[in-house]
């Protein structure tokens, strides 16, 4: 499986971005897709995360503001970014769980999301 992760960038606070993640390869593998991200000096923490029947999850410092969504026949997930705050800057990563191990097997490449004050 390879995922590819888009969208990231510069936006002032209170903005808006839109992360895209396609997945190729052998996506019949993939259950769920998450965002993690991981700010300097930080662990890398889930931010949400969408199974294949569309049930979401998402960490409680980005509830109300964030919203994941996934397009099955595009093999693609989105992470809607709204009301961005500078704390939400990180470096932003595609993940996918595998339908065997139920595991985060899978990375994209980071996208860097800045949020400037």
């Known amino acids: 499986v390879q995922l590819q992760a888009s969208g990231g960038g510069l936006v002032q606070a209170g903005g808006s971005l839109r992360l895209s993640c396609a997945a190729s390869g052998s996506i019949f593998s993939i259950n769920a897709m998450g965002w993690y991200r991981q700010a300097p000096r930080k662990q890398r923490e889930l931010v949400a995360a969408v199974t294949s029947g569309g049930s979401t999850n998402y960490a409680d410092s980005v509830k109300g503001r964030f919203t994941i969504s996934r397009d099955n026949a595009k093999n693609t997930v989105y992470l809607q970014m709204n009301s961005l705050k500078p704390e939400d800057t990180a470096v932003y990563y595609c993940?996918?769980?595998?339908?065997?191990?139920?595991?985060?097997?899978?990375w994209g490449q980071g996208t860097l999301v800045t949020v400037s004050s």
């Open positions: 993940a996918a769980e595998d339908l065997l191990t139920l595991g985060y097997d899978y």
